[in-house]
T-cell receptor, first 113, second 108 residues
């Protein structure tokens, strides 16, 4: 069983640039969620995708957008990067139900300078 | 709006000690509660998932309890080891709402 994998592991971008983060879900999982974790904080929900459709969104501006592909892998895109976007971005997959446990990847560390 | 609080923020114990981590949530209408472990700079590892209809779950030296009516959960770690050193996070529902975590250090 392959776990959740995220790429890249680290990324440095300049304010105003755009970034794309990638996530491969665990085998058999059809739901992907993205979280942002600032230093010293708990993860904050960005959005969730279920069968290629956005299925819930947290309190993040529209410059945070995503995609899910037919193989259930996913991308997180952030436009017009701001310094406060510096964080660990975590992807989690599950088998599409409210009571299914989430399985997390190791995250992408994004630094915006 | 659901809010999750974890106390203490940090804890240091000698090896072999039994310990309890606390988690409280403001809205008792939850589907489930999950405990995670996070090593520095890493992702989250799921430890235990308690459904809203359950009172506790056990895995090895770990035992998690859930009291929905009082909005509380505890994670009990028996016979702590240095390898248990990490940040422990609790989260409720889907999408998950997380606490800030308890940073645990187990001293050999």
């Amino acid at each position: 069983e392959t776990g959740v994998t995220q790429s890249p592991t680290h990324l440095i971008k300049t304010r105003g640039q755009q970034v794309t983060l990638r996530c491969s879900s665990q085998s058999g999982h059809n739901t992907v969620s993205w979280y942002q974790q600032a230093l010293g904080q708990g993860p904050q929900f960005i959005f969730q995708y279920y069968r290629e459709e956005e299925n819930g969104r947290g309190n993040f501006p529209p410059r945070f957008s995503g995609l899910q592909f037919p193989n259930y892998s996913s991308e997180l895109n952030v436009n017009a990067l701001e310094l406060d976007d510096s964080a660990l971005y975590l992807c989690a997959s599950s088998l599409g139900s409210y009571n299914s446990p989430l399985h997390f990847g190791n995250g992408t560390r994004l630094t915006v300078t | 709006k659901q809010e999750v609080t974890q106390i203490p923020a940090a804890l240091s114990v000698p090896e072999g000690e039994n310990l309890v981590l606390n988690c409280s949530f403001t809205d008792s209408a939850i589907y489930n509660l999950q405990w995670f472990r996070q090593d520095p700079g890493k992702g989250l590892t799921s430890l235990l998932l308690i459904q809203s209809s359950q009172r506790e779950q056990t895995s090895g030296r770990l035992n998690a309890s859930l009291d929905k009516s009082s909005g509380r959960s505890t994670l009990y770690i028996a016979a702590s080891q240095p390898g248990d050193s990490a940040t422990y996070l609790c989260a409720v529902n889907t999408p998950l709402v997380f606490g800030k975590g308890t940073r645990l250090s187990v001293i050999a």
